[in-house]
DNA sequence: GCCAACGTTGGC
DNA sequence: GCCAACGTTGGC
């Protein structure tokens, strides 16, 4: 089992919006990155613990503890006019993949400026200058010291 | 809105 | 296969 951290603008889908989809579930569509992507098929089984982080607004950090709840399949949004549509992707041979992830539980923020004051979270990617990769693996002393951050007052 | 960092594209 | 140009991400 591997640990994951999912980054969603949360103007697009929010902890909030999943907690009210049915079964809190949501198609994780979107992603253009092969390497995220390559997470999502490759590597992700479900079961598989993930923070949901909130990303471009006004306190991007973690708001909630998920669940990857499928295996990866095709993307829908991939075929549909709009903003995810890709030309060169056919049904036959689809280019982009999601699983479907599954809220557990919202927390209380971790903000950004929170996770970076401790060492023990220096080595998190998210957490290195430029990343941009939306999904990135989260090791499990990382997980477990995340998980008993949140449930601690806010700083 | 700015801009650093990064991924992708396409000409050669 | 190189690499410049371009587009996107995402914090600030």
């Known amino acids: 089992m591997r640990h994951w951290l999912m980054k969603s603008e949360p103007d697009e889908v929010s902890v909030d919006d999943v907690a ?6 949501v198609p994780w569509f979107g992603v253009r990155n092969y390497q995220a ?21 006004p306190e991007p950090g973690i708001a909630g503890i998920a669940r990857v709840a499928s295996p990866a399949y095709p993307d ?3 075929f549909e006019k709009g903003k995810y549509f ?3 992707s056919t049904h036959e041979n689809p280019r982009w993949m999601n699983v479907d992830v ?14 970076r004051a401790h060492p023990e979270l ?7 200058r430029g990343n941009r990769l939306s999904i990135t693996p989260v090791t499990k002393a ?4 995340i998980v008993a951050l949140a449930a601690k007052p806010a700083p």
């Not at 009210?20 to 579930?25: E, L, Q």
Request: proline residues 5%.
């Open 20 to 25: 009210a989809m049915p079964k809190k579930t």
């Open 37 to 57: 992507r390559n997470f999502m098929r490759d590597h992700m089984q479900v079961g598989d613990p993930v923070f949901f982080y909130h990303s471009s607004c």
């Open 76 to 78: 829908a949004t991939q």
């Open 86 to 88: 890709d030309a060169k």
């Open 102 to 115: 599954q809220l557990v539980k919202k927390i209380r923020l971790v903000g950004l400026p929170e996770l």
């Open 122 to 128: 220096a080595d998190m990617t998210i957490l290195q």
């Open 142 to 145: 990382e997980w477990e010291f």
